[in-house]
């Protein structure tokens, strides 16, 4: 199992230099993707001493740096969150075509599980499969195409990451690596667009739901999955809130993301916290990221119970899923 890359990084209380990237690594500052405003207020200091240029691993989906974040700022006019200065567009494109992931395997039954149970609500709202088409952008090594293949949609992926691509091709799952830019389906071609996980990498989220819009077919849903940066337990731990990551661009809430679908042009019909099925054993190596001492008695406990390829289901309440539909 990885651990946490203190070849590359240093916390502040390792009597690292203060927050200086510039001289390793090109930042730029930017405007507010939601409302174009530049009126943001600093909210989490960046955490980041050293990055080196092409360093994929925290683009990772398993990567463990928790705490480790550029400033994460709020737009004083419509309340976006957002990483501010951050990595160039060219800069992210190039990690995430670069990025391993081999650990993700290892959780790919809980991750189907997961996948299985976000389709089974989803039909809820959209109807039955029935060879209708879904596209899953950021799709990984496919395990929501392959899910989703399962249930009866006509489902194949996008996904920028050479790896998970090739990985993915040798399960026999149609994932096509590029992105909604590089690779656009037809204008109005799709009955459902998933992004799980996804939408908070974006540099530009707000143009990425509009590309989403144009490839939908009147009527047809675009499905969100994140995290929601006002949620109780997101409040409740501030800085050490585990989700503020390297690779996050944007920290959404459910009013700041129904608003950008709503500027996308779609209707936002249903706001819910769904969460995820987890094994045991996976779960200890992310309690390990932050506190190894529980993660030590947990794993003793798993290990003596024989319960570490156990899947279980975790709701915590700050990953929300968004139903947008795309007017008739
Ligand atoms: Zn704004």
Same mark, same amino acid.
């Given at each position: 199992?990885?651990?946490?890359?203190?070849?590359?990084?240093?916390?502040?209380?390792?009597?690292?230099?203060?927050?200086?990237?510039?001289?390793?690594?090109?930042?730029?500052?930017?405007?507010?993707?939601?409302?174009?405003?530049?009126?943001?207020?600093?909210?989490?200091?960046?955490?980041?001493?050293?990055?080196?240029?092409?360093?994929?691993?925290?683009?990772?989906?398993?990567?463990?740096?928790?705490?480790?974040?550029?400033?994460?700022?709020?737009?004083?006019?419509? /309340?976006?969150?957002? #990483? *501010? $200065?951050?990595?160039? !567009?060219?800069?992210?494109?190039?990690?995430?075509? @670069? +990025?391993?992931?081999?650990?993700?395997?290892?959780?790919?039954?809980?991750?189907?599980?997961?996948?299985?149970?976000?389709?089974?609500?989803?039909?809820?709202?959209?109807?039955?499969?029935?060879?209708?088409?879904?596209?899953?952008?950021?799709?990984?090594?496919?395990?929501?195409?392959?899910?989703?293949?399962?249930?009866?949609?006509?489902?194949?992926?996008?996904?920028?990451?050479?790896?998970?691509?090739?990985?993915?091709?040798?399960?026999?799952?149609?994932?096509?690596? /590029?992105?909604?830019? #590089? *690779? $656009?389906?037809?204008? !109005?071609?799709?009955?459902?667009?998933?992004?799980? @996980? +996804?939408?908070?990498?974006?540099?530009?989220?707000?143009?990425?739901?509009?590309?989403?819009?144009?490839?939908?077919?009147?009527?047809?849903?675009?499905?969100?999955?994140?995290?929601?940066?006002?949620?109780?337990?997101?409040?409740?731990?501030?800085?050490?809130?585990?989700?503020?990551?390297?690779?996050?661009?944007?920290?959404?809430?459910?009013?700041?993301?129904?608003?950008?679908?709503?500027?996308?042009?779609?209707?936002?019909?249903?706001?819910?916290?769904?969460?995820?099925?987890?094994?045991?054993?996976?779960?200890?190596?992310?309690?390990?990221?932050?506190?190894?001492?529980?993660?030590? +008695?947990?794993?003793?406990?798993?290990?003596?119970?024989?319960?570490?390829?156990?899947?279980?289901?975790?709701?915590?309440?700050?990953?929300?899923?968004?139903?947008?539909?795309?007017?008739?």
């Amino acid at each position: 199992m990885r651990n946490s890359p203190s070849k590359t990084y240093a916390r502040p209380e390792d009597g690292a230099r203060p927050f200086e990237m510039d001289s390793l690594l090109k930042l730029e500052h930017v405007r507010c993707n939601l409302c174009g405003a530049d009126d943001a207020q600093l909210i989490f200091p960046g955490t980041l001493h050293e990055v080196q240029k092409g360093d994929w691993e925290p683009f990772q989906c398993t990567y463990p740096g928790y705490g480790h974040h550029l400033p994460v700022v709020q737009c004083q006019q419509c /309340g976006l969150r957002y #990483t *501010n $200065p951050r990595f160039t !567009e060219a800069e992210i494109l190039a990690r995430y075509e @670069d +990025v391993e992931d081999p650990t993700y395997l290892e959780q790919l039954p809980g991750r189907l599980l997961t996948f299985g149970m976000r389709l089974r609500h989803l039909e809820r709202f959209t109807g039955p499969p029935a060879g209708r088409k879904l596209l899953d952008i950021g799709a990984h090594v496919g395990g929501c195409v392959r899910a989703a293949n399962a249930r009866g949609w006509d489902a194949y992926g996008l996904e920028p990451g050479r790896w998970a691509v090739a990985t993915a091709r040798r399960g026999g799952l149609d994932v096509r690596q /590029g992105t909604l830019q #590089t *690779n $656009p389906p037809a204008p !109005e071609s799709l009955d459902v667009v998933t992004l799980w @996980d +996804v939408i908070e990498h974006y540099i530009d989220p707000l143009h990425e739901a509009r590309d989403c819009a144009q490839v939908l077919k009147p009527g047809g849903w675009l499905v969100v999955h994140t995290m929601d940066c006002e949620a109780l337990l997101a409040r409740l731990m501030g800085k050490r809130w585990p989700w503020l990551m390297e690779m996050h661009m944007h920290y959404f809430s459910r009013r700041t993301l129904a608003a950008l679908l709503e500027a996308a042009g779609f209707e936002v019909k249903h706001i819910f916290a769904e969460g995820r099925f987890i094994r045991l054993d996976y779960l200890i190596t992310r309690i390990a990221a932050f506190s190894p001492p529980l993660a030590a +008695v947990g794993q003793k406990l798993i290990e003596a119970l024989g319960l570490g390829e156990r899947a279980i289901k975790i709701n915590t309440g700050d990953l929300i899923t968004v139903y947008a539909r795309k007017p008739e």
